[in-house]
Structures are given as C-alpha cells and as structure tokens.
C-alpha cells in the first residue's frame, strides 16, 4: 500500500507530488508539497521568466524611457510647447536639437509634449478595450446558450463594421477632443479582444475545477473573476499591449487625417501639422521623423514585451528557445554536461 502510494506521481503541472507516508517525503527526496505552492511557483516562474527574459527587459526600457519623458515633459519644457520660438524651418543645431517647424516652433518640444497625449490615449484605450473584452468574454463563456448568443453577435457585428471608415464617420460627427478620440477607439476596438478572451475562457470553463466550484455553490462573480479570469492572465496581458498598440496607432492615424483635436499637442497632430506644412515637400525631415519614429519605438517596444509573454507561457517557444541555447553550446561542453 505505502509503495503504491509512493509511485503514484502526477504528470500534470499544478498538482500535488507524491508523498511518503512515512519519510514525509517525495520519491527523488524533496519534501511533498501542496498544489496551491505549484500555483505559487508558476506565477513566479512567469515573472522570473519576464524578468530573465532580453525582449522584455529591451521592451520595458524603452517603454519606461518615453514614460518618464512624457511625466517630465512640463519640467523639461514649461512653455507652451507651440509657441514660437525660432526661425521657421531651422534645421537642428546646438540650440534646437530637432530643429523648428514651418511656424518656427521647437520639434523637440513638441515630440516631448506630444508623448503625454499619446500615451495616455493608447493606455486609456487599451485598459478599456481590454476590460470590455474580458466582461464580455467570460459572460459569454460562462452562461453560454442565450447570453452567449447574444453577445457573439453583438460582437461578430463590430468585427464586421470596417474599422477606418467607422472610426472617420464617428469622429466626424461627434465633437474634438481626446474624450471623443478614447470614445471612439474603444467602441470601435473592444470586439476583437472580446472573441480572444471569449475563446480562452470557454477552453477554461469545461476544466473540472471550475464545475466543482459550481457544484458547492460559488457565485457566478467569484467564478469568473476568482477561478477562470486567473488562469487567462497571459493571454489577458497580450490583449491589453496589442489594445494599447492600437489606441496609439489608431489616434494617430486619426488626428493625421485632422479627425482629432488640432488645438493638443500629440505625435499626432505633429505629423498633421507636418503634412499641412509642407514638410515633406520642402524636405524638412526633421518635423515628421521625431513623431513618426516615437510612435514606431513605443510600438515596437510592446510588441516586444507582448512576443516575451508568449515566448515565456508558450511551452513550445520555450522547447525552441532551450534548444537554441543548447545547440550555442560548444560541443566539448555539451559532452562534459
């Protein structure tokens, strides 16, 4: 009995290790340990994973570098950031680093302030986006028959709507200002996120735990939030840095076609300003390339963050990634290992 005890291990991450009864021990030494420590040590391990991780860790410096520019922005550049303070069309010099606009104001200043804008309207955008997509995934998942009915096609429709020419006539006919703009790109962002999480929570509601935790009466609140919701956290945060990356992209997008609200300073409404200048025309690449290159890098530093979550909660990246590492291994010390 105590031998057929002692051999039975589980396969299954998450769950308790075989124990000796009378070593209170495992098989290999170590001591038994219950499964809530397992679920401990994952979440550790992902963090450990993000932390250990060379994208991530690229990804959040960059991403850290245009946050604290954007939160310093009055105290680098307590003046209006439009007022006029050159020669128009001046080139960069020691006194203005990315040189002046056609109007002879300060690029540097403008791509600093922009930052404040954008990066607020693209976090604001994804945390909304995100937030719609999780309530309405995991009530369609959970309750299922009617409501989710219901709601896939409320969310199938907006997939179907097409995206630009929904975001110009809505922002067209509603008033300008970053209020609109937020309104306008989660309204017409949250459906994709919604089918993600929506599918990933129906893969988790057939899982035992979660009927056993519908068996002894648990809330359909405490389910969703406290039993399913946690078991989606990488794909969750996936969702959000693509949703982010959209609300930048998409704003700036809009305020290029001038749909924004010319009178904030964005990257944006640099660009807007930039085209409406003649800056391309007159070569003056120094007005649009700081905007454009800023909205490149923030994207590009998420989309690097989002590739390490994947790569760190994927076990076939992760088999891809050891392999890598072991094949850069010179082969004497592979041998010796």
Not at 24 to 39: E, I, N, Q, Y
Not at 68 to 84: F, G, Q, T
Not at 284 to 311: H, M, R, T
């Amino acid at each position: 009995m105590t031998t057929s005890i002692a051999n039975t291990a589980s396969s299954l991450p998450g769950e308790t290790r075989a124990v000796d009864p009378l070593t209170g021990k495992t098989p290999d030494g170590g001591a038994g340990l219950p499964s809530g420590g397992s679920v401990r040590r994952s979440n550790q391990g992902l963090v450990h994973g993000l932390l250990t991780n060379k994208k991530a860790m690229t990804g959040a410096a960059i991403l850290l570098v245009f946050i604290a520019l954007a939160l310093l922005a009055p105290v680098l550049y307590p003046d209006n950031p439009s007022k006029i303070t050159g020669m128009a069309s001046q080139e960069p010099d020691a006194e203005f680093w990315l040189g002046t606009t056609a109007k002879g104001q300060d690029v540097l200043a403008l791509t600093i302030h922009g930052a404040r804008s954008s990066l607020f309207v693209g976090l604001t955008v994804g945390f909304a986006s995100t937030f719609i997509g999780i309530l309405v995934g995991l009530a369609s998942a959970y309750f299922g028959k009617f409501i989710d009915e219901a709601l896939s096609l409320t969310t199938n429709v907006f997939l179907l709507l097409p995206g630009l020419p929904l975001l110009v006539i809505l922002a067209a006919f509603l008033p300008p200002g970053l209020g609109t703009v937020i309104l306008v790109l989660v309204v017409t962002g949250w459906a994709g996120s919604a089918r993600v999480l929506r599918s990933q929570a129906l893969s988790i509601r057939s899982k035992d735990f979660v009927a056993a935790a519908v068996v002894t009466g648990e809330r359909p609140l405490r389910i969703m939030f406290g039993e399913i919701l946690p078991n989606m956290a990488s794909i969750v945060m996936g969702t959000l840095l693509a949703c982010i990356i959209y609300g930048i992209g998409a704003q700036a997008g809009l305020e290029f076609l001038g749909l924004g609200d010319v009178s904030t300073v964005s990257w944006g409404n640099n660009l807007y300003w930039a085209g409406n200048e003649g800056a391309l025309l007159t070569g003056s690449w120094w007005v649009f390339v700081p905007s454009g290159l800023c909205i490149a890098l923030v994207a590009f530093s998420l989309a690097l963050i989002n590739y390490a979550v994947d790569e760190v909660t994927n076990p076939r990246l992760r088999k891809i990634r050891k392999t890598a590492k072991t094949n850069q291994i010179p082969t004497g010390k592979r041998a010796a290992a």
